[in-house]
């Protein structure tokens, strides 16, 4: 028998139908890509629904400091989950505020992407409930609490 391929557009339409459920909005900024905007409540269950999907793998868990606006009194931390599946890349968006940054541990389903929480622990100051390790990954032991040097109002330590 012949094996049929999935091109990057049938990825992407099975992968948004996978995480509809989750979503309050989904983008294709790009083609290959697709941006999915859900609460960081919910973050745990749509990576375990990309994980049972198969096929996929987590590249990296980044973060973007997005400060507050005339419209958003507080500013936010999101943090950007990206899986690929051959060409296509989907990007899990959660976004949680200076005053509230915490979001679940996905370590539970993926052990791997620890070292990437820790990075955003130590890098955006968000708290990353249930994540296993708790060591500097990457700042100086000495380096102090409360300063997070990704975040747009870092201004440098003194």
Not at 23 to 42: C, F, M, N, S, T
Not at 55 to 71: F, K, N, Q, R, Y
Not at 75 to 85: A, D, P, R, V
Not at 127 to 154: A, C, H, N, Q
């Amino acid at each position: 028998g012949t094996v049929k391929r999935m091109d990057t557009t049938t990825i992407l339409e099975s992968a948004r139908a996978l995480l509809a459920p989750w979503a309050e909005r989904i983008e294709q900024p790009e083609p290959g890509r697709l941006d999915v905007y859900l609460p960081a409540g919910k973050i745990v269950e749509a990576v375990q629904a990309v994980v049972n999907d198969g096929g996929w793998h987590l590249s990296a868990i980044t973060g973007m400091d997005v400060p507050e606006t005339g419209e958003m009194m507080d500013g936010q931390i999101e943090l950007l989950y990206h899986f690929c599946k051959r060409g296509a890349v989907v990007t899990l968006r959660a976004a949680v505020t200076y005053g509230m940054p915490m979001a679940p541990s996905i370590c539970g389903v993926i052990p791997s992407a620890v070292l990437y929480e820790r990075e955003a622990v130590e890098m955006f100051g968000v708290i990353l409930e249930g994540t296993p390790m708790r060591e500097r990954l990457l700042l100086p032991d000495d380096w102090p609490d409360y300063v997070y040097p990704l975040r747009k109002s870092f201004k440098g330590i003194e």
